[in-house]
């Protein structure tokens, strides 16, 4: 399993479509959504069931600390 860390994977837009394109492959891919520590996780992806990290962007504890286990950051 291929664990992909998705920045911006909050937004309705973009990262909407990355996380869903993802879920598309469940026996092969998985997502976890990195998000601002200061972001609500919205209500779409919280019914996704799909995991977000809180991070502080401007702090390297935080960053590593969120970025563990990961094959690929998009």
Not at 10 to 29: E, H, K, N
Not at 45 to 54: S, W, Y
Request: aromatic letters at 4%; proline letters at 3%.
């Amino acid at each position: 399993m291929i664990t992909v860390a998705g920045a911006g994977g909050t937004s309705s837009d973009l990262g909407r479509a990355v996380v869903t394109s993802i879920q598309q492959y469940p026996d092969q891919l998985q997502a976890v959504v990195i998000s601002r520590a200061s972001l609500t996780v919205p209500e779409w992806l919280q019914q996704t069931g799909i995991e977000a990290r809180k991070v502080n962007c401007c702090a390297d504890d935080s960053l590593c600390a969120a970025l563990q286990d990961f094959h690929t950051v998009g």
